[in-house]
């Protein structure tokens, strides 16, 4: 039996543990953020269970008590604040995230620097990018060519993804115009982005070899996944988590044999022809050879970048297109007046990238589906590289994880009329409004209230290739739809529920569209290299 002068240390240790604890709490300044969900130690985890069930519920709850705030601010100033909006935080398993809400807010976390609050260490802490994708990530040269070569290309590639995308639904989707045909949608929409984007990625014919396609969609799904899997760990587990899920390694492995032979050869070219050769390939993969040459980067290193920007590529526009899709099955009254408008356009200017941004109608559906779904309930990860604190007074501490609230946001009745009805020409009706709506509520352009991009220099996500490449090719594949297919649901009208787990807002893996071949389908549906 332990004796009274031992219980007496061990009380007086038990006091001077708790008195510790209790002075870090208070001095930690993320408890100085209003939290949803249990804070509590150990309780905490409940929270954190929660948000992996159900994060929306979480976010809404927090944006609700902002609106209180607002609202007794409106009740006793009896004039509504210019803005309004705070940060709160939910549990993590592996921490805290802290949620920024309000167009105060948000434009201030697009105003942060990068010494601040870093976007490529919020998205590789999201995605666990030095996990899955191994440590190349950190070197991201790609980026720049995405941002400067692609997409100045956009006009000149859009016959070679029109021409993909044509060729790859013919293939996928067998319909005929006597009758209709069911196609479980989700599979058949990631090959097409995959083919489209590859076409400008590595170019024919290996943007069509299935051996290619299989390890570009396996990664992006694996990445996915794997992300999710190590983030249930606590941070000191995860580089064990990592090494025994590894998925660069394993898809490198099997794409060096593809993509290699493919550097040697252009770079044989190089070397006999110089800089410029008759037929050099215009491709990302050949922008990349480039400037790694400079660099001095070795193959290997380029086929992970081409790992990279597939995962970019084909993730968040597979899923972006589906929600569209199924949106237009559901809503099939909408397809008449897609089809009137992108026919009087193309019949006139035929496919270019000036006839798809004369396309509002289409560009608002897009937009609207996205506003209502887009793969995310958050936007615009960062993560402090230092304490900072905010215009309120807000203390963000170094470490902390923190994020955009997109699906309050995008749902904000202040902002948006009827915020919760689908109502597919909405932005089109906006962009009626003078120039600079017209400019403002297109696609591609983002604000505090629409972040589906993001929103400011790091807009889209990292290591894709770029919004305006995505919206182009997201255009060409639903204009090409609506003029080539009549699209519905079996039961008509029903959408098939969204897939939730954490911040993830996916559409259904498994739903099946029905199709059939429209009749007397015009001429100019079709790419010019496929006119019989």
């Not at 240390?9 to 709490?25: F, G, K, Q, T």
């Not at 993590?92 to 490529?120: K, Y």
């Not at 969609?217 to 941070?235: E, K, Q």
């Not at 009208?493 to 007397?520: E, M, Q, W």
């Amino acid at each position: 039996m332990l004796s009274a002068e031992t219980w007496q240390y061990l009380y007086v240790a038990i006091a001077v543990w708790l008195a510790s604890y209790l002075i870090r709490r208070r001095l930690d300044p993320l408890n100085a953020i209003p939290t949803v969900g249990p804070s509590a130690p150990l309780l905490s985890y409940l929270g954190a269970i929660q948000y992996i069930r159900d994060a929306e519920s979480l976010l809404r709850e927090g944006y609700q008590k902002v609106g209180l705030v607002s609202i007794y601010c409106n009740a006793t100033l009896m004039s509504p604040p210019q803005y309004y909006g705070t940060v709160f935080k939910v549990a993590m398993l592996d921490g805290w995230l802290a949620v920024f809400t309000g167009p105060q807010l948000i434009d201030e976390l697009r105003r942060s620097s990068d010494d601040e609050l870093s976007a490529v260490e919020g998205t590789s802490q999201v995605l666990q990018l030095r996990h899955t994708l191994g440590p190349g990530v950190d070197d991201q040269f790609h980026v720049a060519v995405v941002r400067d070569k692609l997409t100045r290309s956009l006009q000149v590639l859009c016959p070679d993804v029109l021409d993909e995308v044509s060729a790859a639904f013919q293939e996928y989707i067998p319909a005929k115009e006597d009758e209709w045909v069911g196609v479980r949608i989700f599979p058949v929409v990631q090959q097409v982005v995959a083919r489209a984007s590859n076409r400008v990625i590595v170019g024919l014919p290996k943007c069509r070899d299935p051996e290619y396609l299989k390890v570009a969609v396996n990664f992006t799904n694996d990445v996915f996944i794997t992300s999710f899997i190590i983030n249930l760990f606590p941070d000191f587990l995860k580089p064990i988590i990592g090494r025994m899920t590894t998925m660069v390694s394993k898809n490198k492995h099997i794409l060096m044999p593809m993509i290699v032979p493919m550097l040697q050869e252009r770079q044989k070219m190089f070397e006999q022809y110089g800089d410029s050769w008759e037929d050099k390939p215009r491709d990302l993969l050949q922008w990349i050879l480039d400037e790694g040459r400079e660099k001095g980067t070795p193959f290997d290193n380029i086929v992970e970048k081409v790992l990279l920007v597939n995962f970019g590529a084909i993730h968040t526009s597979s899923g972006t297109f589906t929600h569209a899709l199924y949106n237009l099955a559901a809503h099939t009254e909408y397809i008449q007046p897609l089809r009137e408008e992108v026919e009087s356009i193309i019949s006139e200017d035929g496919w270019s990238k000036a006839s798809l941004g004369k396309m509002r109608k289409l560009d608002s559906f897009l937009k609207e589906s996205m506003r209502l779904a887009d793969g995310s309930l958050l936007s615009m990860f960062r993560k402090a590289v230092k304490d900072v604190t905010l215009s309120d007074g807000t203390r963000i501490p170094r470490g902390t994880l923190v994020a955009a609230a997109s699906a309050t946001a995008h749902t904000d009745g202040t902002r948006y009329p009827a915020p919760d009805t689908f109502d597919p020409f909405r932005f089109a009706r906006l962009r009626e409004g003078g120039v600079d709506a017209a400019t403002k509520h297109q696609l591609v352009n983002t604000s505090v209230d629409f972040l589906t991009f993001g929103h400011g220099k790091h807009a889209w996500r990292t290591n894709s290739p770029g919004r305006f490449f995505a919206a182009n090719e997201l255009k060409i594949m639903l204009a090409y739809l609506v003029l080539n297919y009549d699209i519905k649901f079996e039961e008509e009208g029903k959408r098939p529920p969204n897939i939730r787990f954490g911040p993830a807002n996916l559409p259904s893996h498994n739903a099946t569209v029905l199709f059939r071949k429209r009749k007397d389908v015009p001429k100019f549906a079709l790419p010019a290299s496929q006119h019989a």
